[in-house]
């Protein structure tokens, strides 16, 4: 989408705001960032004499090398750096302390629990990727365990009151359709966005079931390996390598670290939540296949667990008969019997989609249309040949996420060629850009306001700095 420099500004804050929401620190994060302390801490009055001072918000200050290290660290994640100044990046780092600053002030609070379990999940990743904690204090060069436990405390719970200060800033923001129409209008017709081709695009799925022999000889394995874990100590983690389905988790042994808001499945979660630690579950079936699932620690309502998923298989014949009845289905759609979403209604075993005659939702607005460029590569295959309102031969997929495999037939029910924005065909977009820009000024006056009332100082060395604050308050 090509819009004009202040809405490509614009949106890159916004970009930037949703990036700092993020729950899940990188590996190099985590090794690089650093801790920002209050001022009166005695430790921090050692780092100053040691590093500098580059600025204060508040209750916090900002040293030199934790501009270096920022730095640093976007280079380590691939980002581009060749526009990166240390003045923008000092900015960013005094917006983020100014953000948990003020969080602290009106009892916006994050409790040390919510900041232990982050950096409790995070010490698991970094384990299983690198192999034991040893080697993880080894390669990020850390004394103890306790000091780099401390040192993830201090950098979660100043991101974590940063974040939750800022969606507390613009929860309340929302849009007119009035508004929409004036930000569309204030955009000189020559600078307009310009949305590139979309589809809209339905289909119908018929997802073969296996048999109740299959079932059972899914049941029995599950059985067995509980069996053997149980009375012969055998490791479920490695059970899981051998023997899990799930593509998420196979290769770390199975393990998951869920609470009870962890988008999973509800039958799961139900029952990891009433299992003891230690435990093994019975065999229990989702959508996905059938499970076990042992409980390797309870932390509050927080557990890490490690589950075996196993699927029945699906008999050729099974499979051979759902593209029989699909081939069905789309001579009578082509034979007028049914419209393309009379038939999904009555005939596709797709649950999320049927009853919106099969259309398909982005995933990343839940809007019905899909950008060519966005596209996901095996959609966009499946559809590129087929002209407005043809339906497709029976296409065979495997579920990515582990649901088995399935027959699609797809229709393309409209099409839009890039264009200059329109208000009415686009107004979902610009709606959404709108209230992207209402969402930038209100961070804007926040901002503004409360530089104002917040101490802050900036060292002398910094103070040439063209900051897009007033950090210097002139």
Same mark, same amino acid.
Not at 58 to 72: A, H, N, P, R
Not at 261 to 273: I, L, N, P, S
């Given at each position: 989408?090509?819009?004009?420099?202040?809405?490509?500004?614009?949106?890159?804050?916004?970009?930037?705001?949703?990036?700092?929401?993020?729950?899940?620190?990188?590996?190099?994060?985590?090794?690089?960032?650093?801790? /920002?302390? %209050?001022?009166?801490? /005695?430790?921090?009055?050692?780092?100053?004499?040691?590093?500098?001072?580059?600025?204060?918000?508040?209750?916090?200050?900002?040293?030199?090398?934790?501009?270096?290290? &920022?730095?640093?660290?976007?280079?380590?994640?691939?980002?581009? &750096?060749?526009?990166?100044?240390?003045?923008?990046?000092?900015?960013?780092?005094?917006?983020?302390?100014?953000?948990?600053?003020? /969080?602290?002030?009106?009892?916006?609070?994050?409790?040390?629990?919510?900041?232990?379990?982050?950096?409790?999940?995070?010490?698991?990743?970094?384990?299983?990727?690198?192999?034991?904690?040893?080697?993880?204090?080894?390669?990020?060069?850390?004394?103890?365990?306790?000091?780099?436990?401390?040192?993830?405390?201090?950098?979660?719970?100043?991101?974590?009151?940063?974040?939750?200060?800022?969606?507390?800033?613009?929860?309340?923001?929302?849009?007119?359709?009035?508004?929409?129409?004036?930000?569309?209008?204030?955009?000189?017709?020559?600078?307009?966005?310009? !949305?590139?081709?979309?589809?809209?695009?339905?289909?119908?799925?018929?997802?073969?079931? %296996?048999?109740?022999?299959?079932?059972?000889?899914?049941?029995?394995?599950?059985?067995?390996?509980?069996?053997?874990?149980?009375?012969?100590?055998?490791?479920?983690?490695?059970?899981?390598?051998?023997?899990?389905?799930?593509?998420?988790?196979?290769?770390?042994?199975? !393990?998951?670290?869920? &609470?009870?808001?962890?988008?999973?499945?509800?039958?799961?979660?139900?029952?990891?939540?009433?299992?003891?630690?230690?435990?093994?579950?019975?065999?229990?079936?989702?959508?996905?296949?059938?499970?076990?699932?042992?409980?390797?620690?309870?932390?509050?309502?927080?557990?890490?667990?490690?589950?075996?998923?196993?699927?029945?298989?699906?008999?050729?014949?099974?499979?051979?008969?759902?593209?029989?009845?699909?081939?069905?289905?789309?001579?009578?759609?082509?034979?007028?019997?049914?419209? !393309?979403?009379?038939?999904?209604?009555?005939?596709?075993?797709?649950?999320?989609?049927?009853?919106?005659?099969?259309?398909?939702?982005?995933?990343?607005?839940?809007?019905?249309?899909?950008?060519?460029?966005?596209?996901?590569?095996?959609?966009?295959?499946?559809?590129?040949?087929?002209?407005?309102?043809?339906?497709?031969? %029976?296409?065979?997929?495997?579920? %990515?996420?582990?649901?088995?495999?399935?027959?699609?037939?797809?229709?393309? &029910?409209?099409?839009?060629?890039?264009?200059?924005?329109?208000?009415?065909?686009?107004?979902?977009?610009?709606?959404?850009?709108?209230?992207?820009?209402?969402?930038?000024?209100?961070?804007?006056?926040?901002?503004?306001?409360?530089?104002?009332?917040?101490?802050?100082?900036?060292?002398?060395?910094?103070?040439?700095?063209? !900051?897009?604050?007033?950090?210097?308050?002139?």
């Amino acid at each position: 989408m090509k819009t004009r420099q202040w809405i490509t500004a614009m949106a890159l804050c916004l970009v930037a705001m949703g990036a700092a929401q993020e729950t899940t620190t990188a590996p190099q994060e985590i090794a690089d960032a650093s801790v /920002a302390q %209050p001022m009166d801490s /005695a430790k921090v009055g050692k780092r100053i004499k040691l590093d500098g001072i580059a600025a204060v918000v508040g209750d916090y200050v900002i040293l030199d090398s934790d501009i270096e290290k &920022t730095l640093i660290d976007l280079k380590s994640q691939g980002a581009a &750096t060749a526009d990166v100044t240390k003045c923008g990046l000092l900015g960013k780092l005094m917006e983020d302390r100014l953000y948990a600053h003020q /969080a602290v002030q009106d009892s916006i609070l994050v409790s040390d629990d919510e900041v232990n379990m982050q950096g409790e999940r995070q010490l698991q990743q970094l384990v299983q990727q690198i192999g034991s904690m040893e080697k993880v204090l080894r390669y990020y060069k850390k004394e103890d365990e306790q000091s780099f436990r401390e040192e993830l405390f201090n950098i979660n719970k100043l991101r974590m009151l940063s974040e939750k200060m800022q969606q507390d800033i613009i929860k309340d923001v929302e849009i007119t359709p009035e508004e929409v129409r004036q930000f569309f209008n204030k955009i000189p017709e020559d600078e307009r966005p310009v !949305f590139g081709a979309e589809l809209e695009i339905a289909q119908i799925v018929k997802e073969p079931k %296996p048999t109740d022999a299959e079932k059972q000889k899914v049941i029995d394995k599950l059985n067995e390996i509980k069996a053997d874990v149980e009375d012969n100590g055998a490791s479920f983690s490695v059970k899981a390598i051998l023997y899990s389905q799930d593509p998420g988790s196979k290769s770390k042994g199975g !393990f998951y670290s869920i &609470t009870k808001d962890t988008g999973f499945d509800k039958t799961f979660k139900d029952v990891a939540f009433s299992l003891q630690q230690g435990e093994v579950s019975e065999p229990f079936e989702t959508p996905f296949g059938y499970h076990i699932i042992y409980i390797e620690k309870i932390r509050g309502q927080e557990l890490d667990l490690r589950h075996i998923l196993v699927q029945p298989e699906i008999s050729s014949d099974a499979l051979e008969e759902a593209k029989r009845e699909l081939d069905t289905i789309r001579q009578q759609i082509m034979d007028g019997k049914y419209t !393309f979403a009379e038939a999904a209604l009555n005939f596709s075993d797709q649950k999320e989609t049927k009853f919106e005659g099969g259309v398909l939702r982005n995933p990343i607005n839940f809007d019905s249309r899909f950008e060519l460029t966005n596209m996901d590569p095996n959609l966009y295959n499946q559809v590129r040949e087929l002209k407005d309102n043809e339906i497709s031969f %029976p296409v065979l997929e495997d579920d %990515p996420l582990g649901g088995g495999p399935s027959y699609k037939i797809l229709q393309v &029910t409209n099409r839009y060629e890039e264009h200059v924005a329109d208000f009415a065909q686009d107004y979902v977009k610009i709606q959404e850009l709108a209230k992207t820009e209402k969402k930038f000024n209100a961070i804007k006056k926040w901002m503004a306001e409360h530089i104002e009332d917040t101490y802050v100082s900036v060292n002398g060395s910094n103070q040439d700095c063209d !900051f897009a604050n007033n950090w210097i308050k002139k």
